[in-house]
Nanobody, 119 residues
Framework: QVQLVESGGGLVQPGGSLRLSCAASGRIFSINAVGWYRQAPGKQRDLVADIGSGGSTNYADSVKGRFTISRDNAKNTVYLQMNSLKPEDTAIYYC?????????????WGQGTQVTVSS
C-alpha cells in the first residue's frame, strides 16, 4: 500500500502563490511518475503537471510559466509551486503516483487539497 497526503492548499488572492506538497509513505521501493491533477466543480479531473523518475516534467498549457513541479526523492515528496494564481485555478488538487512496492506496481491517489483563488 502507498499512502499519499497532500497539503498546502488554501485561499489566496489572484496573483498570489501557493506551494502544494504530496508526501508518499508505505513500503515503497521507488516512485516512478508523479502527477498533480485538479478538478473544479462540475468538471472532469485534468492533469496539471507531472514529473518522471528522472526529473522530466510536463505541464498543461494553462499553467505553463506559472506552475513548477519538483520532487525530493529522499523524502518521497513532490511539490507544486503555483505562482500568479488566477480564479480559474480554483479546484481540488490531487496527487497521483505510480510506485514499486513489496507487492508490485501500485497506482495511488491522495485525498485532495482545496485551492481557492478569490479576492
Amino acid at each position: 500500500q502507498v499512502q499519499l497526503v497532500e497539503s498546502g492548499g488554501g485561499l489566496v488572492q489572484p496573483g498570489g502563490s501557493l506551494r502544494l506538497s504530496c508526501a508518499a509513505s508505505g513500503r515503497i521501493f521507488s516512485i516512478n511518475a508523479v502527477g498533480w491533477y485538479r478538478q473544479a466543480p462540475g468538471k472532469q479531473r485534468d492533469l496539471v503537471a507531472d514529473i518522471g523518475s528522472g526529473g522530466s516534467t510536463n505541464y498543461a498549457d494553462s499553467v505553463k510559466g506559472r506552475f513548477t513541479i519538483s520532487r525530493d526523492n529522499a523524502k518521497n515528496t513532490v511539490y507544486l509551486q503555483m505562482n500568479s494564481l488566477k480564479p480559474e485555478d480554483t479546484a481540488i488538487y490531487y496527487c497521483n503516483a505510480v510506485a514499486v512496492t513489496a507487492t508490485g506496481w501500485v497506482n495511488s491517489w491522495g485525498q485532495g487539497t482545496q485551492v481557492t483563488v478569490s479576492s
